[in-house]
């Protein structure tokens, strides 16, 4: 069966951490009381730990799906794993703004201290959504990140060595979602018209299994209402053909939205893929919007006309498909994330030597992949169950298509010319305008199709005993 879903791309280059996705998601969504400490978007630094603390970490939270004897089973049900606590989150807090009127005449500047807002009393903040903004307290939280698995982190202390990226992260709206399996009330479930994933609030009853079961932690427990909630990827927005808040006010144009057309019925196989095939495999499911035969499918599954148009002008199937440069966020987590991520180059540095020539370190102005400073290896882990081939192949056409426009806008080479860099590398020279609008200029970065009303398609709902059962 073919299916829409609506999905994101974050090109992680261009985030320049300002938070205001947060923030503009905060103030629309969650600015309401027993949802202070939840950050449906959130934007944490790597190296790092994240929100909540150390969220990748399923040895310690026992999310997402685990592989045995060819089965999926989800993590929790091993019953060893326990949710966040507030000290992995945070108390929320505001402050005492009212003291910078108020205090007395003294030395002193009067501050505006923390003031928790669940009593009002002043407290001692330890730690919060962003303690680790910018590498900040680096000393205890770069190596408590899991993304170093495999690496020497000793190589990190030298300064040419050092790096930092931003990781703007929401709910995955996954194909394969450990959350709605893992609801005992079926309260949870994946819209078969966009796959968008929306928590019933009729239903939940607060049991919070899906906040465990959820690896990427984006479902937070509302105290007082008593309900799961977590991001809504702004669907009444998505309907009406407006791309959701976070990716609307992002100031670096980071964020891609658009529709691809998957194989419904593969998505359990995807998913038990060997890890090392993961994204291969998820690429796999992901289908050609302008082959024929889908496009009949698709028809005759219900897709409409407008979504199936959108498919075919959607940055996310060009980047993610057709393209291969964007990734998904620990695909071994197996719940098919389908927010993806082109990773980072930066800093894409030239060294001169003595002489002022390019140093022979750095084979030319464009360095090779290896000579970038954020280890693949750690790429790989976060993007691609640690498989470098997939990171080295992003990085290699980022660096390409940087190297084509190079060579005709420095070099003045033509077009037909410098085209052989894209061709070399896998990337279809015919496609270049179409980089060069969404990758340079981050234009027409929104193609979402308005919702049908009419619509009223049926899921299939994957029981835990069936996912169990390998069906
Ligand atoms: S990211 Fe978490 S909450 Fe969102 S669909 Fe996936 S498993 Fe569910
Ligand atoms: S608004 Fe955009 S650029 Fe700013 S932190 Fe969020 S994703 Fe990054």
Redo the contacts with the bound molecule.
């Keep these: 069966m073919v299916r829409a879903q609506i999905s994101m791309v974050m090109v992680l280059d261009k985030c320049i951490g300002c938070h205001t996705c947060s923030l503009t998601c905060k103030h629309v969504w969650t600015n309401r009381e027993g949802q202070e400490y939840a950050w449906w978007n959130n934007v944490e630094t790597r190296p790092g730990v994240g929100y909540p603390r150390k969220w990748e970490d399923q040895e310690r939270y026992g999310g997402g799906w685990m592989l045995k004897d060819g089965k999926l089973r989800l993590r929790i049900e091993l019953k060893k794993y326990k949710p966040p606590s507030k000290e992995d989150y945070y108390e929320p807090f505001t402050y005492n703004y009212e003291n910078l009127f108020t205090d007395q005449l003294q030395d002193q500047q009067p501050s505006a201290d923390p003031l928790s807002m669940y009593s009002n009393e002043p407290i001692d903040v330890q730690w919060g959504p962003n303690f680790d903004d910018d590498l900040a307290g680096g000393d205890l939280t770069i190596p408590a990140d899991p993304n170093w698995k495999g690496m020497e982190m000793a190589m990190y202390k030298e300064f040419k060595n050092v790096f930092m990226f931003y990781l703007p992260r929401i709910?995955?709206?996954?194909l394969n979602?450990?959350?709605?399996t893992a609801c005992p009330r079926k309260s949870i479930y994946k819209r078969p018209e966009d796959g968008i994933?929306l928590i019933d609030q009729n239903r939940c009853r607060g049991y919070r299994l899906?906040v465990q079961?959820?690896?990427?932690k984006?479902?937070y427990y509302n105290w007082k209402t008593g309900r799961s909630e977590?991001?809504i990827l702004c669907f009444p927005r998505i309907e009406q053909g407006q791309p959701p808040v976070c990716a609307l006010t992002c100031v670096g144009k980071i964020r891609y939205v658009g529709v691809v057309l998957y194989d419904e019925e593969r998505v359990l196989e995807a998913a038990k893929a060997p890890e090392q095939e993961l994204v291969r495999a998820q690429r796999d499911i992901i289908l050609d919007p302008f082959d024929p035969e889908v496009i009949r499918r698709a028809k005759e599954d219900g897709v409409p006309e407008n979504f199936i148009k959108a498919a075919q002008e959607s940055p996310v199937y060009y980047m993610f498909k057709k393209w291969e440069i964007a990734l998904p966020l620990h695909p071994e987590f197996r719940?098919l994330?389908m927010v993806f991520y082109v990773p980072p180059l930066n800093p894409v540095i030239t060294v001169l030597d003595r002489r002022g020539k390019y140093s022979a370190d750095y084979e030319g102005v464009i360095p090779t992949i290896d000579k970038l400073r954020i280890p693949i290896r750690y790429l790989a882990n976060m993007f691609a169950a640690g498989n470098e081939d997939e990171v080295r192949k992003s990085l290699k056409r980022l660096l390409a298509i940087r190297e084509y426009f190079r060579l005709i806008e420095v070099e003045g080479q033509s077009k037909a010319e410098a085209a052989r860099v894209l061709a070399n590398n896998g990337l279809p020279p015919e496609d270049v305008e179409l980089m060069y609008k969404w990758l340079a200029h981050g234009r027409d970065r929104f193609v979402i199709p308005t919702a049908k009303k009419e619509l009223r398609l049926r899921m299939p709902r994957r029981k835990k005993q069936a996912a169990a059962a390998g069906g």
């Design positions: 709910c995955n709206h996954c979602p450990s959350c709605l994933v899906c079961a959820c690896p990427y984006k479902v977590k991001c719940t994330p």
